[in-house]
């Protein structure tokens, strides 16, 4: 049987909790993700700003053109679903999420114009017909699903003909050699901080993808030097605002720095080489156009 993501009560309270108190909003702004750094110097960046810049670089990446139905799974408080609606304003984007708080805290910052809706739902059980959105696209959520096929599958059975997969997603190193004990003792500490079930690796996906043969142009790259400057900047920013952290109280102080301990597991993965940041596009074959 399926494991369901939705069902997961731990990661559900997680997100629920992280949404209310509001810090990953205050510090992350909508886009609670990694920043992409060009030239690799965060210190000199926009922290914001870099968030935006990862979006950027990944619909260059895919050559995304034109969009009419866009479903974003995994969408946090809506921050890579309004993107996409200002890039294609013609096109209609539904974000998912299994969080009723991030679902509420979406809508709320969603203008009015946009073509844009959020629902709960279950990523690996997807409420929606097949072959119905020409982008099906993941940031950053592939590391929380308990199940990496059925997620990939689920994505898949939802993409039109035609369409385009886009996935980033937080990955370990490529294996051979395995995973020494230290380098699962680090993970182990990012999961359980961050309720994440585990993490597999960029070469994993890419075989995952080629299970399914109505795929083509299955593309993967290793993002990690430009993204991984993310985590010491934004140990950089909550120093600077401390201030308004300690305001918020003891509860929301003990889980910031059960965060801190995370960031630099997360810090020394990188550097180490252990943790990756993968990308992956496919398109799906459209049967009136083979190939």
């Known amino acids: ?14 997100y629920d909790a992280w949404t209310q108190d509001g810090v990953l909003e205050h510090f992350w702004g909508e886009h609670i993700h990694h920043g992409y750094y060009p030239d690799h110097r965060w210190w000199q960046q926009d922290f914001k700003r870099a968030k935006i810049e990862l979006l950027d670089q990944l619909t ?5 053109k034109t969009i009419h139905d866009a479903l974003d799974v995994g969408c946090g408080i809506g921050g890579s679903a309004r993107y996409l609606a200002e890039r294609w304003p013609n096109a209609e984007v539904t974000g998912v999420t299994l969080s009723p708080a991030q679902m509420n805290r979406a809508t709320e910052l969603t203008p009015s114009h946009m ?16 072959s119905t959105f020409d982008l099906v696209w ?23 003909p035609g369409g385009h997969l886009v996935i980033a997603t937080w990955c370990h190193r490529s294996e051979p050699p395995a995973l020494s004990a230290a380098e699962q003792h680090r993970l182990q500490r990012i999961y359980h901080a961050w309720a994440l079930p585990f993490f597999v690796s960029i070469p994993q996906y890419e075989t995952m993808a080629n299970a399914h043969p109505e795929l083509i142009e299955i593309r993967t790259s290793d993002w990690t030097t430009h993204v ?6 934004q140990i950089w920013m909550g120093l600077g605002d401390l201030p308004w952290l300690l305001r918020q109280g003891w ?12 960031i630099w597991h997360m810090i020394r993965g990188y550097q180490q080489g252990s943790i990756r940041y993968g990308v992956i596009h496919a398109r799906k074959r459209d049967t009136k156009c083979p190939g």
């Open 115 to 130: 073509k844009v809706s959020f629902k709960v739902a279950d990523a690996l059980e997807l409420p929606f017909p097949d």
């Open 228 to 233: 991984r400057g993310t985590w010491p900047h």
């Open 251 to 262: 509860a929301v102080v003990r889980r910031s720095l059960r965060d801190v301990v995370a």
């Open 1 to 14: 049987m399926t494991q369901s993501y939705l069902g997961s009560n731990s990661i559900t309270q997680a």
């Open 60 to 64: 260059r990446w895919t050559k995304l």
């Open 138 to 160: 993941s940031c950053e959520s592939g590391e929380h699903m308990p199940d990496k096929e059925v997620f990939l599958r689920e994505m898949v059975r939802v993409l039109r």
